[in-house]
């Protein structure tokens, strides 16, 4: 996963719901990241995924 700048034409070609998605599953990887290191608990992590799934849901389709 590429955490640059965000400037790749491959970035400026999506559209703002796939740019939702990307932001929500670059969001996903540090949270996993944090669990697997131990920065964060169990419940801590559990909680993060739900809110990120709720904002998956809840996300508008277009900007």
């Known amino acids: 996963m590429d955490f ?3 400037n790749t034409l491959e ?3 999506m559209n703002y719901s796939e740019k939702n998605h990307d932001l929500l599953m ?4 540090v949270l996993d990241l944090f669990l697997e290191r131990r920065a964060i608990t169990k419940a801590d992590y559990d ?4 809110a ?5 849901r809840n996300a508008p389709s277009a900007f």
Do not use: C
């Open 47 to 50: 909680r993060g995924l739900k």
């Open 26 to 29: 670059r969001q996903k990887v």
């Open 11 to 13: 970035y400026q070609a």
């Open 52 to 56: 990120i799934e709720a904002m998956e």
């Open 4 to 6: 640059g700048s965000g």
